[in-house]
């Protein structure tokens, strides 16, 4: 175990693990995208101006219930904030073996890519997203099967609470986008569920699912995002599982340079991976 105790409280260049390729049938309209931009605190209102109807977990932009099936009190976003969920993790650097870190990492059952230290699932495809303007790589993808998970690491402020900050903004922008979005009760807390409108490349229009989880740490705010058919089970077991567990393992190395919260971590490409050209067709935009 590499675990020590701790104290609680879009050219995309695509990357293929040589022994984790999957096959070349998917194609590039069922591609999962991400469109967020990074956490941004600026021109942002107080947060203690923002409307109390987003208070509880199921709540639209309206504010509105969903109907309770169980006639359980769901806990507000308060109660769910005030928790720690990384006991499972993800991890920051300091709360691991870095000896057993840098061994895994030779080994190859972890994947170094600077500001996060991935595990490295069985039959998984990865790939970094790369911003066109920027050339900056923005977001490691794991993909597996018909599903995928999206992650990307943050600066955050030493009190933490920027996830408390944007998520009303993104519930608000998918509304506004033609869409729908939910916060609920989740593995690490607060989740936004959403349902985006799309266009594939063929000019189909349709909707994207997806969940977001949180996870905030010193100095950090980890971001995963899960797409395709695990998108569309509500509960942690199924194709969820294992996205889970290998959202659990990351380890954020967040470095001791001063940057402002909402800035992106940057990442690197690991040592034992290669670029591959996109496929006929692909014009790497998402």
């Known amino acids: 175990m590499i675990f020590r105790s701790r104290r609680r409280r879009n050219e995309s260049t695509e990357l293929v693990e040589d022994d984790a390729a999957l096959d070349d049938g998917t194609a590039a309209a069922d591609e999962p995208t991400s469109d967020d931009p990074a956490p941004d605190r600026a021109d942002r209102p107080d947060p203690s101006e923002r409307s109390e109807a987003s ?18 009190v769901a806990p507000t976003l ?25 061994t895994e990492v030779e080994q190859q059952s972890r994947i170094d890519l600077g500001s996060i230290v991935l595990g490295a699932p069985e039959n998984t495809e990865l790939r970094l997203q790369v911003d066109e303007a920027s050339q900056q790589v923005v977001s490691a993808m794991m993909i597996r099967g018909d599903s995928a998970l999206e992650v990307g690491a943050f600066a955050a402020p030493r009190s933490g609470g920027l996830w408390a900050e944007i998520r009303d903004e993104l519930v608000q922008a998918a509304h506004e986008a033609g869409g729908s979005a939910d916060l609920v009760p989740g593995p690490f807390g607060v989740e936004l569920r959403r349902l985006l409108p799309v266009r594939s490349p063929d000019g189909q229009d349709g909707y994207q699912p997806s969940r977001m989880w949180v996870a905030e740490g010193p100095r950090w705010m980890l971001r995963g995002i899960i797409y395709g058919q695990a998108a569309l089970n509500d509960g942690t077991d199924g194709p969820v599982a294992d996205f889970l567990e290998a959202f659990r393992t990351i380890v954020v190395r967040r470095g001791d340079e001063a940057m402002a919260p909402g800035d992106l971590l940057p990442l690197s490409l690991p040592e034992n991976a290669s670029p591959v050209a996109p496929a006929a067709g692909e014009s790497g935009e998402t």
């Open 78 to 102: 308060t109660e769910l904030d005030a928790q720690d969920w990384r006991d499972l993790g993800p991890y920051d650097i300091s709360d691991i073996d870095i000896d057993a870190l840098e």
């Open 55 to 72: 208070g509880t977990p199921g709540t639209g932009a309206n504010g509105a219930q969903p109907a309770s099936t169980t006639g359980s």
